[in-house]
């Protein structure tokens, strides 16, 4: 295994089990690695750190995947890996009333660059980095081995393109995948879309945040802001909300939605297509109030340099938002963006129920489900944050 080595005093936080290097800690590359190549990592001493993932063209120039000299590379660590992530996931998912979750999250799991997701038998997977691409024949013969799927659709992250310069197509690389699959979470049933759905079809991440906010919604009337496919709303309609408005700009997630509704015999809420800061603004005018408002927008901060502005869109979100809540109502409000700190998305809030003049005791802090788990010597892990509150 060719080697990188790292310049002096660079590798403190790799030793304590951080998975990324970045490329200015790097004082030489061995000739001739490939990019996406696993390498052994040394010290400015040529002592051994970890074995990582090498990404030539990245800022994140190493991702780390073993700390143990002796742990041999090969398709083995792939089966390993995938078979300690599937057990832990089985301690975890109701299969009664949930078949579908994430099967490996990249870093927290023990192999960057790969995401993957179980649909009811059928395997998405997220194709991230250089490295990803590059050992993607070991890691589809790892998930078959393992999981025995019925089809694997890999997909490629945006990053793969504009950071690790990779072009990739997606494309099924085992059995046949449909368009659509129905899958259970929460005893409810989803029409997802391997193919077309966002990131990996379906967002599993806020499976437990949906069923919480639920048990709030028996007789209430609802709105359900960036709504999607209806994972928030579905889950209120399952437990006796009154009433339920759907609010998202994509005509497709608003379709799919009212499909999920019919799959389970609901009725189909009020669904309002719009960019949802311009509804709440037109919605200042009207003094219809909600028992409870549901905010979960997307990633609003895709780099570090962005995070200012994403912190004022989230004071203005929450802010309109805040406003459409009825007095002794529910609030929840989520971001799932990574580089945002949960202490400065609660500040946002803080500023936003200020500028709104209403009182917000928060009563609950979320996160993502537990089939994303959090690697604790590694805080980009934790990506989800939420709360939930009363507002007067």
């Known amino acids: 295994m060719k080697t990188i080595i790292l310049k002096k005093f660079k590798d403190k936080l790799a030793r304590n089990k951080n998975p990324w290097i970045f490329s200015g800690a790097v004082h030489s590359a061995e000739k001739g690695i490939v990019n996406g190549e696993a390498v052994k ?10 074995y990582g993932f090498y990404s030539e063209h990245s800022a994140i ?19 390993k890996r995938l078979s300690c992530a599937l057990a832990a996931r089985k301690r975890l998912i109701d299969a009664g009333r949930t078949d579908s979750f994430r099967l490996l999250y990249g870093e927290a799991d023990g192999l ?26 070991m890691m589809k013969d790892a998930l078959i081995d393992t999981v025995s799927p019925l089809s694997i659709y890999a997909r490629p992250a945006d990053e793969l393109a504009k950071k690790e310069m990779i072009r990739w197509q997606e494309q099924c ?25 966002q990131k990996t079809g379906y967002y599993f991440d806020q499976r437990e945040n949906r069923r919480i906010a639920a048990e709030y919604a028996e007789g209430q009337d609802v709105l359900d802001c960036f709504c999607y496919t209806g994972g928030f709303s579905l889950n209120a309609a399952a437990k006796g909300a009154k009433h339920i408005t759907s609010v998202d700009s994509s ?30 603004r037109e919605r200042n005018a009207d ?4 028992d409870m408002v549901i905010l979960d927008p997307p990633k609003l901060a895709k780099s570090q340099s962005a995070v200012e502005q994403a912190l004022r869109a989230y004071k203005d979100l929450n802010m309109l938002g805040l406003k459409k809540v009825k007095n002794n ?7 799932c963006s990574g580089r945002v700190s949960r202490e400065d998305f609660i500040k946002s809030i803080a500023w936003a129920a200020k500028d709104a003049g209403r009182t917000l005791r928060i009563t609950g802090f979320l996160s993502q489900s537990g089939d994303h788990p959090i690697n604790p010597f590694f805080p980009e892990s934790e990506y989800l944050k939420g709360i939930t509150g009363i507002v007067e």
Not at 173 to 197: C, F, M, R, W, Y
Not at 260 to 275: C, H, M, Q, S, Y
């Open 173 to 197: 690389i085992h059995g046949e995948t449909p368009d659509s699959i129905i899958i259970k979470e929460n005893g409810l049933k989803i029409s997802a879309s391997l193919k077309s759905g």
């Open 41 to 50: 990592v040394l010290d400015s001493d040529k002592r051994f750190v970890a």
């Open 251 to 280: 005509a497709d997630a608003l379709a799919n939605l009212k499909e999920n509704f019919r799959l389970n015999g609901f009725d189909t809420p009020e669904t309002v297509k719009a960019d949802i800061f311009d509804y709440l």
């Open 287 to 290: 003094s219809v109030k909600h």
């Open 61 to 79: 120039a190493l991702r780390l995947f073993s700390w143990d000299e002796e742990e041999t590379f090969g398709a083995d660590i792939f089966r």
């Open 329 to 335: 109502g529910i609030f929840f409000s989520f971001s």
């Open 112 to 137: 960057p660059g790969y995401v993957a997701d179980i649909y009811n038998g059928h395997i998405s997977l997220q194709v991230n980095t250089a490295s990803a691409v590059h050992y993607l024949p």
